[in-house]
């Protein structure tokens, strides 16, 4: 279910960026506009269960009762106005095959770039943007121009991460012209981040969800009347501000011909015991490492790992709900001609220290994915083939009549249309 975002930064701020990225496109050739249109089609084949959209516990986006032979997997738009040879305004849209949602906003955000006067060189972005965690969403839109899917990982970014507030990134390069570099951020409005990973636990699939959305938690029973979960809203909004406190992350990394790297530490400091209109604020804090290594004419071998642990109390500051989470995958990717085949495998897994009644939140379970991509020679078309095998595990479903163990293939197909004006 679409929501009005329930700050009115947040509706300031998307009323500005919409209003200034599309002003008299034609008078000022400072705007650019990018964008894709992905059609998908799905063959799932799983044990049992229900997809998570549809408030189940499973990990892929669609299951054998809602896959449809074509659906509309993406209509996005980007659009940047330069308002100097070093400043931008930038916007990110899309649009999914759920008319109940509409327009997702992504990211919108002021970029500065300024003429470097020193061997170290700054970047700032001002606004609503993605936390500088992945290497394998490098794409247009922040897609991943190696499969359909993202991994574990980067499947939650795009869901529940988001970055409101001002980041610095500083640059420099040493004498093998290698770029290190050291960034940081301050941030409000992702309090209830965390909560996702454990009331459904890690999923994979390639949805993003906009700074206006909402997430479905699945049909627990610990939110039902009289349970001690009861106040809790039935959808998630991950992007509310809840305690008024500020939350950061830092980092730093090393980007090179061959081999580049980021090491993050996020923390968004918030209260566990404060709640506003259903959504709980949770303490969630992670380590992330990811590297992309280029060897060889073709080759690539991409990876991550994060850790991290969400905690959430009621309003006497019990704990009631307490979770130590990871995950890490492995890519690797050949490239020649204008094609590219590609394998990921990876783990998840989370732990529940609680002891909250109906309320197991202990998962674990692995990935395998498959794909290969083409790009046509003269049109600006991609067409996309992936495999998908996903086991999982989490006592939680013992609670919905199911096993706990489940395991879902699907064989997925896309043809993803680039432009740009």
Request: include cysteine; glycine fraction near 6%.
């Amino acid at each position: 279910m679409a929501i009005q975002s329930r700050s009115p930064y947040l509706n300031v701020t998307l009323l500005i960026w919409l209003g200034l990225c599309s002003f008299n496109a034609y008078a000022y050739a400072g705007l650019s506009l990018k964008g894709v249109l992905d059609i998908q089609s799905d063959w799932p084949v799983t044990d049992d269960g229900t997809s998570w959209t549809e408030r189940g516990l499973n990990k892929q986006l669609v299951d054998d009762s809602n896959a449809k032979l074509l659906r509309l997997g993406q209509a996005g738009l980007a659009a940047e106005y330069e308002l100097t040879s070093t400043q931008h305004l930038k916007l990110n849209t899309l649009i999914y095959d759920e008319p109940e949602q509409g327009l997702a906003v992504t990211e919108a955000f002021w970029h500065f770039k300024p003429i470097p006067t020193s061997p170290w060189r700054s970047e700032w972005k001002l606004g609503a943007f993605y936390p500088p965690i992945s290497l394998e969403n490098r794409g247009v839109l922040w897609t991943s121009p190696y499969s359909i899917s993202y991994s574990a990982i980067n499947s939650w970014v795009a869901e529940e991460l988001r970055t409101f507030g001002l980041e610095s990134n500083w640059r420099w390069r040493d004498a093998q012209r290698q770029d290190w570099k050291l960034f940081g951020a301050i941030f409000r409005h992702n309090d209830p981040a965390g909560s996702l990973l454990a009331w459904r636990g890690w999923a994979i699939h390639d949805r993003q969800y906009g700074i206006n959305e909402s997430i479905p938690f699945p049909d627990l029973m610990v939110f039902e009347d009289g349970e001690p979960l009861e106040n809790q809203a039935r959808d998630n909004e991950p992007f509310l501000e809840v305690d008024q406190r500020w939350g950061f992350y830092a980092g730093l990394g090393r980007e090179g011909r061959n081999l580049e790297w980021n090491l993050m530490a996020y923390n968004n400091n918030a209260d566990p015991s404060q709640i506003t209109d259903g959504q709980y604020s949770w303490d969630t804090k992670f380590t992330s490492l990811s590297a992309r290594w280029r060897f060889g004419e073709h080759w690539e071998l991409l990876g991550q790992g994060m850790t991290g642990s969400s905690v959430m109390k009621n309003h006497y500051k019990v704990r009631v709900t307490d979770i130590d989470f990871d995950a890490a995958y492995v890519m690797l990717a050949r490239s020649w001609h204008r094609q590219r085949l590609a394998t990921r495998l990876e783990y998840f897994h989370v732990d529940d220290n609680d002891t909250l009644p109906y309320d197991d939140n202990n998962e674990s379970g692995y990935s395998a994915m498959l794909s290969y991509g083409y790009k046509l020679k003269n049109y600006p078309v991609k067409l996309i083939a992936e495999a998908l095998h996903t086991r999982s595990d989490r006592p939680a479903r013992r609670f919905m009549a199911q096993d706990e163990a489940i395991t879902e293939n699907k064989i997925a197909a896309s043809v993803r249309y680039f432009w740009r004006l």
